[in-house]
């Protein structure tokens, strides 16, 4: 409220005194433990893919801007989807691919459709999606972790069919916790990924509800489709898909029932993806189906004004 008018604007919708620009660097300064991550497992080239990812969508965003006569806001939310671009990207991935990749999520999805508030889709997940179309090899070929003696080899991700454990289920997990084995640049380290998130968790950034509704449905998903369920968890980017893009203030639902449907549907599609297609991961095209339906859900879910009061017809 200000000088007695009602302030309307797009989303996010800020509350606790916290601007825009604020809470974009501080989910950058929590996307910095799983950046941390890859940059340890995978040495330089998780550097040159990160550096390259986020000066693209910041330099595309200034350039869309100043061609549409808009002025350009240094807020966060390209450098956002620059670093998650980068993080969800394998570690051999070519840089001019990086800018390929980075280019069409911030001038395509990001500011074809008016900018930030106005984006139907994520779009650092809607150019992962435009990258694995253009190169699905190059986007499913993975490199190990060198150790730093730079003799790195290719191989599976733990979801992929040809994966092959190379330890007892125990160590497998151990692995997956800490992020030694094989990936996107940032989705390895659970751990690091759940420390990021306690950071925007305490700092009440996101809501508890599409994370847990997420990945307690792929849990009962994959108990009932038989799998190993730690595994299913752990593995891919089910946990940093869950806490820091399904919760896209954006391109999620605003009402706490809507987010709860949204994450049951995420996890839904993601455990049928994971079993009944062709690609082992399900986290990126689960989060943007469910992104088309986002608008639908805040139609239908609506909080009920208090004291309202349903008209009765004439008879």
Same mark, same amino acid.
């Given at each position: 409220?200000?000088?007695?008018?009602?302030?309307?604007?797009?989303?996010?919708?800020?509350?606790?005194?916290?601007?825009?620009?604020?809470?974009?660097?501080?989910?950058?300064?929590?996307?910095?433990?799983?950046?941390?991550?890859?940059?340890?497992?995978?040495?330089?080239?998780? #550097?040159?893919?990160?550096?390259?990812?986020?000066?693209?969508?910041?330099?595309?965003?200034?350039?869309?801007?100043?061609?549409?006569?808009?002025?350009?806001?240094?807020?966060?939310?390209?450098?956002?989807?620059?670093?998650?671009?980068?993080?969800?990207?394998?570690?051999?991935?070519?840089?001019?691919?990086?800018?390929?990749?980075?280019?069409?999520?911030?001038?395509?999805?990001?500011?074809?459709?008016?900018?930030?508030?106005?984006?139907?889709?994520?779009?650092?997940?809607?150019?992962?999606?435009?990258?694995?179309?253009?190169?699905?090899?190059?986007?499913?070929?993975?490199?190990?972790?060198?150790?730093?003696?730079?003799?790195?080899? =290719?191989?599976?991700?733990?979801?992929? &069919? *040809?994966?092959?454990?190379?330890?007892?289920?125990?160590?497998?997990?151990?692995?997956?916790?800490?992020?030694?084995?094989?990936?996107?640049?940032?989705? =390895?380290?659970?751990?690091? #990924?759940?420390?990021?998130?306690?950071?925007?968790?305490?700092?009440?950034?996101?809501?508890?509800? #599409?994370?847990?509704?997420?990945?307690?449905?792929?849990?009962?998903? *994959?108990?009932?489709?038989?799998?190993?369920?730690?595994?299913?968890?752990?593995?891919?980017?089910?946990?940093?898909?869950?806490?820091?893009?399904?919760?896209?203030?954006?391109?999620?639902?605003?009402?706490?029932? &809507?987010?709860?449907?949204?994450?049951?549907?995420?996890?839904?599609?993601?455990?049928?993806?994971?079993?009944?297609?062709?690609?082992?991961?399900?986290?990126?095209?689960?989060?943007?189906?469910?992104?088309?339906?986002?608008?639908?859900?805040?139609?239908?879910?609506?909080?009920?004004?208090?004291?309202?009061?349903?008209?009765?017809?004439?008879?």
């Amino acid at each position: 409220m200000e000088k007695g008018n009602i302030l309307i604007s797009h989303a996010p919708h800020i509350r606790r005194g916290f601007s825009t620009s604020k809470i974009m660097y501080m989910v950058v300064a929590a996307l910095l433990f799983p950046t941390a991550a890859g940059i340890y497992f995978f040495g330089y080239s998780a #550097i040159y893919i990160i550096l390259t990812s986020i000066i693209t969508a910041v330099l595309t965003e200034f350039v869309i801007k100043k061609l549409r006569k808009k002025k350009f806001i240094m807020d966060g939310s390209a450098v956002i989807t620059g670093l998650l671009l980068a993080l969800i990207l394998p570690p051999g991935m070519s840089l001019w691919m990086v800018v390929l990749g980075a280019f069409f999520s911030i001038a395509v999805v990001k500011e074809a459709f008016g900018g930030l508030g106005y984006n139907i889709f994520n779009p650092a997940l809607a150019g992962r999606a435009f990258l694995s179309v253009c190169f699905p090899k190059e986007m499913t070929t993975w490199v190990l972790p060198p150790y730093f003696n730079y003799d790195a080899v =290719t191989g599976a991700t733990p979801l992929s &069919g *040809s994966f092959v454990p190379q330890a007892d289920k125990l160590a497998s997990y151990k692995d997956l916790f800490f992020g030694n084995i094989g990936g996107s640049l940032g989705e =390895t380290s659970a751990m690091l #990924i759940l420390i990021g998130a306690a950071f925007l968790f305490i700092l009440r950034i996101i809501d508890w509800k #599409i994370p847990a509704f997420y990945i307690g449905t792929v849990a009962l998903g *994959s108990l009932l489709m038989g799998k190993d369920v730690l595994f299913q968890v752990l593995a891919g980017g089910l946990m940093l898909g869950a806490f820091f893009m399904a919760t896209d203030y954006v391109t999620s639902p605003v009402t706490g029932n &809507g987010r709860i449907i949204f994450g049951i549907g995420v996890g839904v599609l993601t455990v049928l993806i994971r079993n009944f297609s062709n690609m082992p991961e399900g986290v990126c095209f689960s989060i943007l189906i469910m992104n088309a339906f986002t608008p639908l859900i805040d139609k239908y879910v609506r909080v009920k004004p208090f004291g309202f009061q349903k008209k009765k017809k004439n008879a």
